[in-house]
């Protein structure tokens, strides 16, 4: 079944390299080194690792993985980058640890939970199912310590873009690639036929001013949705920008990524979800005055 699946999803490449997918590291016949206690949370998401990608911060993802643990892990979404893969292949032997990594979690009794994304739509069949002790869902709710429900989903269900017209996120993907070339030769255009200087400052100013704006539009359709559901918040990823931010009554949280910001978000024994970097180091909290008024 997981051959099956991996076959479908990276054909050829992934496969070979399945027999040292096996959760065991040199170095461990002692027995594991003590937890660090800042580093044990109840539940960790993470989302937009890209694996299969230039992009990805495998090295930084594995020693974060190795070094932190939890109960329950939700991959959510785009962990294994599809689209890429089908066109260029770009793998990495820190990729094949973080898988290794993810495994091993679920080995030594960390439930598993993957989401899929639009990157990794190709396991979205498998909803459902277990592979290799993994277990594949559409999307989930997430009860916390202290009684609040969160809608788990990778999110791009909400983004207008790949929603409507997939193939114009697909340009979208191509074009984030060749964005600067592009610009640059544009520059050279404009120059033979003696025009003024086009500004990229200004360009990439516009071009973030939309950025917010879309940011804002994803962020509010997500806590419509979680509010319709009659849930306390959400939890998502895709758009690569981590946050914990109240909407209403809705407490909208994003996980970030693992391709420029190296975040995830996590909860701790009481409940309570912090946004936090690579090394561990807290960078968004939910406001102490919220965890105590839900208790
Ligand atoms: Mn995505």
């Given at each position: ?17 399945l027999p040292n997918v096996v959760p065991i590291r040199p ?269």
């Open positions: 079944m997981i051959a099956t699946a991996l076959r479908k999803f990276a054909p050829q490449a992934l496969v070979p390299t170095g461990q016949a002692g027995g594991e080194p003590a937890r660090d206690p800042a580093k044990t949370h109840r539940t960790i998401f993470l989302s937009d690792t890209h694996l299969g990608t230039r992009g990805c911060k495998g090295d930084a993802l594995a020693q974060f993985l190795r070094t932190h643990h939890c109960e329950t892990l939700y991959l959510v979404g785009d962990i294994v980058d599809g689209w890429r893969l089908k066109r260029a292949f770009y793998w990495r032997p820190s990729h094949t640890e973080v898988i290794q990594e993810i495994l091993r979690k679920a080995q030594d009794g960390t439930r598993v939970i993957y989401i899929p994304g639009n990157h990794d739509e190709a396991l979205r069949p498998y909803a459902g199912l277990n592979l290799a002790g993994i277990d594949v869902r559409f999307e989930a709710v997430h009860r916390t310590a202290d009684g609040r429900d969160f809608l788990v989903m990778h999110g791009d269900y909400f983004d207008g873009v790949v929603r409507y017209a997939k193939w114009l996120a697909h340009l979208g993907d191509w074009a984030y690639d060749g964005a600067l070339w592009v610009s640059e030769r544009i520059s050279d255009i404009r120059r033979w036929f003696g025009l003024g200087h086009w500004s990229l400052a200004n360009y990439l100013k516009r071009t973030v001013k939309n950025a917010v704006e879309y940011i804002g539009r994803f962020e509010d359709a997500v806590a419509r949705e979680t509010e319709a559901r009659g849930l306390d918040g959400a939890i998502c990823g895709h758009i690569h920008h981590a946050a914990i931010r109240r909407i209403g009554r809705i407490l909208y949280c994003n996980d970030g990524d693992w391709v420029e910001s190296c975040t995830a978000l996590v909860e701790g024994p009481d409940g309570a979800l912090s946004v936090i970097s690579a090394s561990g180091e807290v960078l968004v909290q939910e406001r102490p005055a919220f965890a105590t008024a839900v208790m």
